[in-house]
């Protein structure tokens, strides 16, 4: 399980970040892709869908930051990112 500090950013890619929630993520198959005790690896990707929002993410400097885009339920799409919180 890894649990990340993350910001949100709007109006281009030069507009301020803003804090947003925490974001934490268990992903676990026949092999653990992001583990009950760790972190996901460098080049990482996860994506998800759902009636709450979907985005995409990628996994940096051994898990301990990512970042993606982002679009929440009745919200446009925005940067995302986030650091391992410790």
């Known amino acids: 399980m890894a ?3 993350t910001q949100i950013q709007w ?3 030069n507009a301020e ?3 947003d929630t925490d974001l934490t993520i268990v992903i676990n198959n026949r092999a653990e892709v992001v583990p009950n005790a760790g972190m996901p ?3 990482t990707q996860v994506s998800w869908a759902s ?3 979907n985005g995409s993410i990628t996994f940096f400097e051994d898990g ?3 970042m993606g885009s982002a679009q929440f339920k009745g919200e446009g799409p925005v940067g ?3 650091t391992l919180k410790p």
């Open 3 to 5: 649990t990340y500090r």
């Open 11 to 13: 109006g281009g890619p």
């Open 17 to 19: 970040w803003h804090d």
């Open 41 to 43: 690896g460098t080049g």
């Open 51 to 53: 009636p709450q929002g």
């Open 64 to 66: 301990n930051r990512f």
């Open 80 to 82: 995302y990112r986030g």
